[in-house]
């Protein structure tokens, strides 16, 4: 059973850091691009990240180029998304996606999904 789980998020002031975490179990984690969605409420979900098999090719939202960074630890089957300089319009729940492929870097293709974590900007 694949099992998809994110933890790192929490409340920070508007030009704070986060580091999301998220762990995949139950599949070959070097095989799946892998990428970060968010959703706010009363918004759709959106792609902000996402990072090829071994990690030689990432994608950004550009609301977000320049200030997040996606990542991969295959030995230890962890992605991450360094978040720097926080605005409050990145408040979202995030969500962590093991994609059957890159897509032209939307890691959007019949995903496994985790359950989120929140991740609250204060300005």
């Known amino acids: 059973q694949v099992q998809v789980v994110e933890s790192g998020g929490g409340l920070v002031q508007a030009g704070g850091s986060l580091r999301l975490s998220c762990t995949a179990s139950?599949?070959?984690?070097?095989?799946?691009?892998m990428g970060w969605f968010r959703q706010a409420p009363g918004k759709e979900r959106e792609g902000v990240a996402c990072i090829s098999e071994r990690g030689r090719l990432t994608a950004y939202a550009d609301s977000v180029k320049g200030r997040f960074t996606i990542s991969r630890d295959n030995a230890k089957n962890t992605v991450y998304l360094q978040m720097n300089n926080l605005k409050p319009e990145d408040t979202a729940m995030y969500y962590c996606?093991?994609?059957?492929?890159?897509?032209?870097?939307?890691?959007?293709?019949?995903?496994?999904w985790g359950q989120g974590t929140q991740v609250t900007v204060s300005s």
């Open positions: 139950g599949l070959t984690f070097a095989n799946y691009p």
């Open positions: 996606a093991a994609s059957r492929a890159y897509n032209s870097g939307k890691c959007n293709q019949r995903p496994y």
